[in-house]
């Protein structure tokens, strides 16, 4: 595994204008809120958190299909945050993702074939017709569909058959980072298993990194090797996926995981404290972003936003129980 960052974020935020009627001024949410990771080579990060916190947005601000309002995204050591499209193409085919719904995310109109050999075609990747009819079949088999596939339309696979193809556009143009937007959450649990063993097999085959988005945590936990929590645009605790499981330290994390069922019928199940629904983003006020829901909040907590520090063994958290200086992030 390598041990430079292939991907460096820094102070991301994304601010985006909400308006109720021309005669009502506009609203502003942050759904991405001063956030700061690096991704090394090879390695899989899981974004984790409730619906609505923000990850989607980062995955997409990443893949540039949204402009960050500040910020740094850094690629392989190149600032790419404001680079025109003309200027990132080349980054393009190495940075990919693979969408939550395969369905809505594959042209209806387009078969497999006409599907995978657009990126090939945009980015030059083969020479002729020979090459490239090798490739895609190569690719496919791959993931493991046919060629008997090539001439179909994804409204004649199932729902894991169309992730895979989907899977196969993101690789096809040989990447090296991809972001996978909960990729088996729109699956049946049968088959979300077939598709997490072919993105680890396919990790460890093209030498690929992943930004692997989740609120399915039994799901992150088997493919990622860092795991980062976030919560109302910001991360709060970040750190190997031994140590968040084995020692989480933020009050969110804690209530996170403690929701996980237990698949025992002979383990009583222990309900929490209802916390009512995750606050809105266009009500944030300054302070811990958990503050209202936190059982162990102080009077700073109301006051300061609490930095992600490392309190020992790479291991980032944002909470003045574990640091209590006074700073803003």
Do not use: W
């Amino acid at each position: 595994m390598g041990k430079n960052p292939i991907l460096k974020i820094e102070k991301l935020t994304k601010i985006f204008k909400v308006s109720d009627g021309f005669f009502k001024p506009k609203r502003f949410i942050t759904p991405v809120n001063n956030i700061s990771f690096e991704v090394r080579e090879g390695e899989a990060l899981g974004l984790v958190g409730e619906s609505g916190c923000g990850k989607t947005t980062t995955g997409r601000l990443i893949v540039k299909l949204l402009q960050a309002s500040s910020g740094k995204i850094i690629f392989d050591g190149v600032d790419i945050t404001n680079m025109k499209e003309k200027e990132f193409k080349k980054y393009r085919r190495d940075i990919q993702i693979v969408f939550q719904d395969p369905f809505s995310s594959l042209n209806p109109r387009m078969t497999v074939y006409q599907i995978l050999r657009r990126p090939l075609r945009i980015f030059n990747l083969t020479s002729n017709l020979d090459q490239e009819r090798e490739l895609i079949l190569k690719t496919l088999e791959e993931v493991g569909l046919k060629e008997e596939h090539v001439n179909r339309y994804p409204h004649e696979f199932s729902g894991g058959q169309r992730q895979r193809v989907a899977i196969a556009r993101a690789i096809i143009t040989n990447p090296r980072f991809v972001v996978l937007d909960e990729p088996t959450s729109a699956l049946d649990v049968s088959v979300q298993a077939q598709i997490m063993n072919l993105l680890i097999s396919l990790k460890e085959e093209l030498r690929l990194t992943y930004l692997f988005i989740s609120h399915d945590l039994s799901v992150v936990k088997f493919i990622s090797d860092k795991i980062a929590v976030m919560y109302l645009g910001r991360i709060v605790e970040q750190a190997s996926k031994d140590e968040i499981f084995n020692n989480r330290l933020h009050p969110y994390t804690k209530l996170l995981f403690d929701s996980i069922p237990i698949p025992d019928p002979n383990v009583k199940a222990q309900f929490m404290i209802d916390l009512g629904e995750l606050p809105s983003l266009t009500n944030v006020k300054p302070g811990c972003p958990f503050v209202n829901r936190c059982e162990y909040k102080k009077a700073i907590c109301e006051r300061t936003t609490p930095a992600l520090r490392n309190v020992g063994n790479e291991h980032y958290v944002a909470c003045y129980l574990y640091h209590d200086v006074e700073e803003s992030s």
